[in-house]
């Protein structure tokens, strides 16, 4: 099913303008493309895309060409005003959510395994995806996971918490680099003044968790609480379970660790997979190293073998 966040223009038309804009002020400050992807920094090709219109960037891409290029916060305001996303398809049992999203005045999350999708980079739903579905398919999920985003990753985005039992830093999804760089990207939009994301520790004995993920969502008449089985979804707008699962989330906000302090336990999780991802790059140095040795030892054991020359007596 296809849905259309926004109407009128189309996706290629407003990412074309952010490229066009960003283009001008680039040129006007005397920049080529190479050098201000090594300021911002990013590669050549990804202003090239986003100038094409052809690549959806994220804020602090724009907020750092904003103060690299002096145009008084232009481009960040032009980026929270497009629809980067006018047409994606979701799963049908998820498109009300997706609706909901798109209204929500506030939500509030608990997610026990994975990161929440409104918090995902694009290379962790990615490889997320990937365990499920493969080509085209995984790109299409994608990019649907990242169509819900924008809303709320801006300054005047509607209020939204996440509380993640510490499972969801801990599960490794792809790489240690894919890890480490959601940890940090957490870490960013922590920051933001609309969202507060706080962990539950594993050790932490006593805590009233939540039997499942789930999600508050304030809409502007209307209260819901959301939950998730294997590829359904499920509603529930009954006003005495939205207490009772809004009681229960709101005391386990109170028992865990702040949103500052769950900053620092991302950050030692962030640590661990940079450490992980060091490791095992030294142990790749290490296996090159010890099959180079090898195979110096069996083409000195196969090389021909002469007689020693012995003196006569």
Excluded at 40 to 64: I, L, Y
Excluded at 70 to 77: E, F, K, M, Q, Y
Excluded at 218 to 231: P, T
């Amino acid at each position: 099913m296809n849905r259309r966040n926004a109407t009128g223009g189309s996706a290629a038309t407003t990412a074309a303008v952010f490229g066009e804009v960003l283009k001008h002020h680039r040129e006007a400050a005397g920049l080529t493309q190479e050098t201000l992807a090594r300021k911002v920094p990013c590669d050549r090709s990804h202003v090239a895309r986003v100038e094409a219109g052809t690549r959806v960037p994220q804020d602090t891409f724009a907020k750092a060409c904003d103060e690299l290029l002096g145009t008084g916060g232009v481009l960040l305001r032009l980026w929270g005003r497009i629809d980067w996303y006018p047409e994606v398809e979701h799963p049908d049992w998820f498109e009300r959510r997706a609706e909901m999203d798109a209204e929500a005045v506030a939500l509030r999350e608990y997610q026990e395994q994975v990161i929440p999708g409104l918090l995902q980079t694009r290379d962790y739903a990615h490889a997320l995806f990937s365990q499920i579905a493969s080509g085209n398919e995984v790109d299409k999920r994608v990019r649907a996971r990242m169509s819900r985003q924008p809303r709320f990753l801006v300054d005047d985005g509607p209020l939204y918490v996440a509380v993640l039992d510490e499972t969801c830093l801990r599960n490794a999804v792809g790489r240690p680099e894919v890890m480490r760089a959601q940890c940090a990207h957490l870490l960013s939009v922590a920051q933001r003044p609309n969202i507060r994301i706080q962990v539950a520790p594993a050790e932490l004995f006593g805590l009233v968790r939540p039997r499942s993920s789930m999600s508050l969502i304030d809409l502007a008449n209307e209260r819901w609480v959301y939950s998730e089985s294997l590829d359904r979804g499920h509603f529930n707008n009954d006003p005495t379970a939205y207490t009772r699962h809004s009681h229960t989330y709101d005391v386990l906000r109170a028992d865990i660790p702040s949103a500052r302090e769950s900053a620092a336990l991302i950050s030692d999780a962030m640590e661990g997979y940079e450490q992980h991802g060091q490791a095992r790059t030294q142990r790749g140095v290490l296996d090159q190293e010890q099959l180079q040795r090898q195979q110096r030892g069996q083409l000195h054991r196969s090389s021909p073998r002469y007689p020693r020359l012995r003196p006569r007596p």
